[in-house]
Nanobody
Framework: VQLVESGGGLVQPGGSLRLSCEASGLAFTTYHMSWYRQAPGKEREMVATISNAYSNTNYADSVKGRFTISRNNAKNTVYLQMNSLKPEDTAVYYC??????????????WGRGTQVTVSS
């Protein structure tokens, strides 16, 4: 199983970035997908989650109204559109997959992360 993130980089405050995570080696539609982030000296935290079947979404309070998670099951890809970025959004962003059914609920996978830096 591989989760490969892309789209990170350096952006000015108020700017936008779109992260992508392409999954391979798993039945994508049977996994809930999430984005997490970890800033230096801080614990990893959940940013946004999207369910496998009905694409129900959930967001951390700190990003509500600014970030949007979506998925394209035909492309085995999950996205994170980040708008109105703030310096405190600076972190390594990780893609995460968790099994959605009894047969795979214990299966969890992580990508290697992509750096997002918000600075002027």
């Amino acid at each position: 199983v591989q989760l490969v993130e892309s789209g990170g980089g350096l952006v000015q405050p108020g700017g936008s970035l779109r992260l992508s995570c392409e999954a391979s080696g798993l039945a994508f539609t049977t996994y809930h997908m999430s984005w997490y982030r970890q800033a230096p000296g801080k614990e990893r935290e959940m940013v946004a989650t999207i369910s496998n079947a009905y694409s129900n979404t959930n967001y951390a309070d700190s990003v509500k109204g600014r970030f949007t998670i979506s998925r394209n099951n035909a492309k085995n890809t999950v996205y994170l559109q980040m708008n109105s970025l703030k310096p405190e959004d600076t972190a390594v962003y990780y893609c995460h997959a968790q099994g959605a059914y009894a047969s795979n609920t214990g299966q969890r996978y992580w990508g290697r992360g992509t750096q997002v830096t918000v600075s002027s």
